[in-house]
């Protein structure tokens, strides 16, 4: 039996790395776009250098891709935050973050769409937020992330049919190279996390990627429309 091929947007670093490493270690290739290289290729892991932030350039990496390569599985992990209170948001701000966090996960699944259809099966994770809840400094990326789980729920009900899933993963604190910058461990503001937090602990990278796993499994097919909050519970006992 061949082995499926996944495709990962931000494969090289933080959760998108652990995703990446989580489905070699279940038996896919592995496809990841990214700007970066990650530090080390693993065996089964073909990268590739996307600007996804540029459609042009993003349309053109996924149909020529799609032109090799049979893709039914896309995580769409790629994203940044540009944080900025409502008086300090500009309209150069606002359009990168839509490029690429909202944008480019349209463009992706689009170029893979007609493989999806035509096997009757295919699987899209979206990565959402807890700040599309709201969150101080992120009204676009919260907006944009409150977006995605809205056209998630709307690709949901359009592709069912087709045997195609599709769900958003909201993950809270997890413990990527970007939080621990911000948030040291150790330190009172990354302990004042934790407590807010019913788990008691700030997530890992693997925390997302084990529920990508399961989301992508083949037996998850009943499964679909959903935005999971991987958050330890804060987003229970929190909602702001």
């Known amino acids: 039996m061949n082995k499926q091929t996944a495709l990962v947007t931000g494969?090289?670093?933080?959760?998108?790395?652990?995703?990446?490493?989580?489905?070699?270690?279940?038996?896919?290739?592995?496809?990841?776009?990214?700007?970066?290289?990650?530090?080390?290729?693993?065996?089964?892991?073909?990268?590739?250098?996307?600007?996804?932030?540029?459609?042009?350039?993003?349309?053109?990496?996924?149909?020529?891709?799609?032109?090799?390569?049979?893709?039914?599985?896309?995580v769409n992990n790629a994203g940044l935050v540009?944080?900025?209170?409502?008086?300090?948001?500009?309209?150069?701000?606002?359009?990168?973050?839509?490029?690429?966090?909202?944008?480019?996960?349209?463009?992706?699944?689009?170029?893979?769409?007609?493989?999806?259809?035509?096997?009757?099966?295919?699987?899209?994770?979206?990565m959402g937020s807890r700040a599309s809840l709201g969150k101080e400094g992120r009204s676009i990326y919260g907006g944009l992330k409150a977006g995605i789980a809205g056209m998630t729920r709307t690709w949901a009900l359009e592709l069912g049919p087709f045997g195609i899933t599709v769900n958003t993963i909201a993950p809270g604190p997890i413990a990527t190279e970007m939080f621990n910058s911000s948030n040291p461990p150790g330190a009172p503001r990354t302990q004042k996390i934790i407590d807010?937090?019913?788990?008691?602990?700030?997530?890992?990278?693997?925390?997302?990627?084990?529920?990508?796993a399961s989301l992508i499994d083949s037996r998850a097919g009943f499964v679909t429309g959903q935005v999971i909050h991987v958050c330890g519970g804060l987003t229970v006992g929190n909602s702001g």
């Open 82 to 126: 540009n944080l900025a209170n409502l008086e300090d948001i500009t309209i150069e701000q606002a359009q990168e973050t839509l490029d690429l966090n909202f944008l480019a996960p349209i463009i992706v699944a689009q170029g893979f769409l007609p493989a999806m259809k035509a096997k009757k099966y295919g699987r899209i994770i979206n």
């Open 11 to 74: 494969g090289s670093r933080g959760i998108g790395r652990a995703i990446v490493q989580r489905l070699l270690a279940d038996g896919f290739e592995v496809v990841n776009f990214s700007r970066s290289a990650p530090e080390t290729i693993l065996p089964g892991e073909t990268f590739e250098s996307v600007d996804l932030s540029n459609p042009s350039r993003a349309r053109e990496a996924v149909a020529d891709l799609a032109a090799r390569r049979e893709i039914l599985n896309v």
């Open 196 to 212: 807010g937090i019913p788990v008691k602990r700030i997530g890992l990278p693997e925390d997302i990627a084990h529920i990508a």
